[in-house]
């Protein structure tokens, strides 16, 4: 049957930022679907409570605190995962992201702190990850991206520049690594989850968001994962090297607010 090929029976997924958001969303779907995971992110208590719910499921879960911006840390994720699952298939680079930051206020050091944070992390987390993959013939790999590495405001110079470097990487590195290993990214339009609750909280804000999107309404952190899910399981086995773009439609920002008027 087609939704068996949705299945991802005793796989082995490693998702970072998954204590919260886009990240707890595919953790649990891919549980749901079948797979142990490693949950992994910076407040380890967020990531304890995703894989405790994942347990709850019958799969096999391990919570690893890690910044993905030390590669030590990478390491010992990696580690953590084949000492404790005895294998790696999948991984899911979903840690990132960026404040709004216009151009005159934007360092040196602070356009590099974001291009680690959102590209050499994954990187780095890809080849760590990769003799294992290969070890079993192959695997997946799948960012987490942003619809501003395609579309345009203010001020979103740091954070869409960083995610469209990381959507070539992804094509990149799929053409490199095929046909083992399979790549691709989701460009992620406007979700709701804690960094956006702020501003959703304000009903204006959120009823002018939701008016610039075409299907009107802001995305759910289900709705990744159920595209996440559909890359990563053996339904997505013959898409490699592409950007899906999960985002309600829209062909321009839906952002709600002038944050250059603001100062930002």
């Known amino acids: ?103 005159k206020n934007t360092t040196q050091m602070s356009f590099e702190e974001a291009f680690k944070f959102n590209d050499v992390s994954g990187f780095t987390l890809v080849r760590l990850a990769l003799p294992h993959m290969l070890e079993r013939g192959g695997g997946v790999v799948l960012s987490i991206s ?28 799929a053409y490199e690594l095929a046909p083992k290993v399979r790549v691709n990214a989701l460009a992620v339009g406007a979700v709701e989850t804690a960094p956006l609750a702020a501003f959703l909280a304000s009903p204006d804000l959120k009823q002018k968001m939701e008016s610039l999107t075409p299907l009107g309404r802001i995305g759910t952190p289900e709705d990744v994962a159920a595209a996440a899910l559909y890359l990563c399981s053996p339904a997505g086995e013959w898409v490699t090297g592409k950007v899906f773009e999960v985002d309600g439609g829209t062909i321009a920002s839906n952002w709600p607010l002038d944050m250059a008027a603001l100062g930002i």
Not at 13 to 30: E, Y
Not at 148 to 159: C, E, G, N, Q, W
């Open 1 to 103: 049957m087609i939704l068996d090929r949705f299945r991802l029976a005793d796989r082995v997924a490693v998702v970072t930022g998954a204590g919260r958001g886009i990240g707890h969303g595919i953790a649990r779907a891919f549980a749901e679907a079948g797979a142990d995971v490693v949950c992994a992110a910076r407040t380890l208590s967020d990531v304890e409570r995703t894989a405790e719910e994942l347990r709850s499921l019958g799969r096999r879960a391990l919570a690893v605190r890690c910044d993905v911006t030390e590669e030590a840390d990478l390491q010992a994720l990696v580690a953590a995962t084949i000492q404790g699952l005895g294998r790696i298939d999948i991984v899911v680079n979903n840690a990132g992201g960026w404040p709004p930051s216009s151009v």
């Open 146 to 173: 942003s619809a501003l590495s395609h579309l345009v405001d203010k001020p979103f110079v740091v954070y869409g520049t960083c995610k469209a470097a990381l959507n070539h990487m992804t094509r990149l590195m």
